[in-house]
């Protein structure tokens, strides 16, 4: 099996700060908050945050639900990248703690992930070299 490397060389650029509102999906706001700013790609810088109840994907296809209220989360990496069709899609991944103190991790599945009280997201633009 060989072993596949993808490097892209780039620079960083505009950082955006948003406030999710109660009740607004994680992923489609991280979304919302990239194409109000402009960004053609861009990567998760901090965040800070709980969800109602959080819906992590599974390798099988299947997620796994998290029960609130408030299951904080404690890590959010990832990235949202623009399609040459027009259309964007951001991966983001996290580990969540339930009310029990139990940990979860994983991607977050988009459109199941609701905002508990607020959640603070920072988002870093990315600007790769143009191709030779």
């Not at 819906?55 to 949202?80: K, Q, Y």
């Not at 027009?86 to 994983?106: E, K, N, P």
Request: aromatic share 6%; proline share 5%.
């Amino acid at each position: 099996m060989s072993d596949i490397r993808m490097v892209e060389s780039g620079q960083m650029g505009r950082v955006a700060y948003g406030r999710i509102a109660p009740n607004e999906d994680l992923v489609q706001s991280v979304e919302k908050l990239f194409l109000a700013q402009g960004f053609r790609n861009a990567f998760v810088r901090g965040a800070l945050g709980s969800l109602v109840d959080a819906c992590i994907a599974r390798s099988d296809g299947s997620c796994i639900v998290i029960r609130g209220p408030a299951a904080e989360i404690v890590s959010l990496a990832g990235e949202v990248r623009s399609h040459p069709d027009g259309s964007l899609q951001a991966a983001l991944t996290g580990v969540v703690v339930d009310t029990r103190g139990h940990v979860y991790g994983g991607p977050f599945v988009a459109g199941a992930n609701p905002v508990c009280v607020t959640f603070e997201v920072t988002l870093e633009e990315w600007l790769p070299e143009a191709a030779p």
